[in-house]
DNA sequence: AGTTGTGAAGGTATTCACAGCG
DNA sequence: CGCTGTGAATACCTTCACAACT
């Protein structure tokens, strides 16, 4: 049975939260879930109801946290397998993320970093290799890397994401102002300060007019 | 007649399209927004449709990206008025921030910027005043701030969130990975990496599985 | 008791198809 | 004519209420 779009993307955010607090495996309930989420426990269940394998997950006080994260993560696709992704300008936001330690509970690693600049490439250390751009074509595949996070100057966006597909990249993170256009079998996300903005102020002018 | 979540998200979205490039006023039809945006040209002209002020907008060849954009604007609650905006952590996320030109032609604007570090606010230069966290209380009311951009350490994000509002801001565009409780009347936005690669990630899943 | 799990009902958003207008 | 605008139909998601389980 296909699963909804609202509800995977539901289905992720909790695996992500359970995986942060993952060091006690002690039961949660769809109640608890709510109040950290703000979703209904209804559709929390609903959506849990909707894996694929739901035996071992829930006790009469609760979900046990690892083994729904697993569940989830094996429903929506990758099974204990790593999802490699890249980095792709080193700039301010690009080298902002050098540290960051996010990635480690979840099944989202950074394999390698790229950057036009050959200064920045030898300057900058991190936990994975930096490359200069032209070198792309050959690591990525080599790499096995399907995503790459998006953080290079407005002006360069559009071309730097052509070249990215061109290489076999499926999923963009894109943190740059430009709209990208996604070809099909390319997933893009917009990470964007004035989108954020944007969705709040509209959320608001709604629940203010009623 | 109220305007649903989704068709406010999308409007908002394409105020912010609209705006990036006016230089030209020539007329845009929905079949061109929608090769921009991926969204169907039907969902374009209904949202349009919902806006309280639809006169003066729509030619037989197009809409007027000004106007629509004028009118989006309108609608969703601000009308002119500009949307006064504050960093809060001026760490490596933060400070990329201080220099990015994206906001000039959007209705939000950044009044102010905060850290706990003293050091950082003294050397750090950008167009608007920094100030120590200590002194929010005095300033948020003060330059009329009802945005809040959080880049703080994941260890200090509840803490913060919990005085900017209670220093009064009712919106918080969240870019720590911990998930924040939204109290009534306040609006929080995640943005997260992980989020952004998962609900990729998620929508693959299901796109392959039809 | 307290939970999860789920068919059925209800509400919302999207899509369609065509009328209306410049 | 090409475009927008919109009621009606469809499809979708969420919510409810209660059965099933521990």
Redesign the pocket.
């Known amino acids: 049975m296909a699963i909804?779009?609202?509800?995977a993307e539901?289905l992720s955010r909790l695996a992500l939260l359970l995986e942060q607090q993952s060091e006690e495996n002690t039961p949660?309930?769809?109640?608890e879930i709510e109040v950290l989420t703000g979703?209904?426990?209804?559709?929390i269940?609903?959506?849990?109801?909707s894996l694929t394998k739901?035996s071992g997950?829930?006790?009469?006080?609760?979900?046990l946290p690892c083994e729904l994260a697993k569940a989830i993560r094996e429903t929506l696709g990758f099974a204990g397998t790593e999802q490699n992704c890249c980095i792709v300008g080193l700039g301010r936001i690009g080298s902002a993320f050098l540290d960051y330690k996010g990635f480690a509970e979840s099944p989202f690693t950074i394999r390698a970093g790229f950057d036009s600049n050959v200064n920045r490439v030898e300057i900058l250390k991190a936990d994975f290799p930096l490359y200069p751009t032209f070198k792309m074509k050959e690591i990525i595949p080599r790499l096995g890397i399907s995503y790459a996070i998006l953080t290079v100057p407005a002006e360069q966006a559009a071309l730097a994401a052509e070249r990215l597909i061109d290489c076999g990249i499926t999923g963009i993170v894109n943190f740059t102002p430009v709209l990208l256009p996604a070809p099909p079998g390319v997933e893009i996300e917009q990470v964007s300060i004035l989108d954020a903005l944007g969705a709040i102020a509209a959320r608001r002018s709604i629940n203010t007019k009623e």
Chains 1, 2 share one sequence.
């Open positions: 909804s779009k609202p509800t539901r949660i309930t769809s109640a979703w209904a426990s209804h559709t269940r609903k959506d849990i109801s739901t997950i829930a006790t009469n006080t609760g979900y």
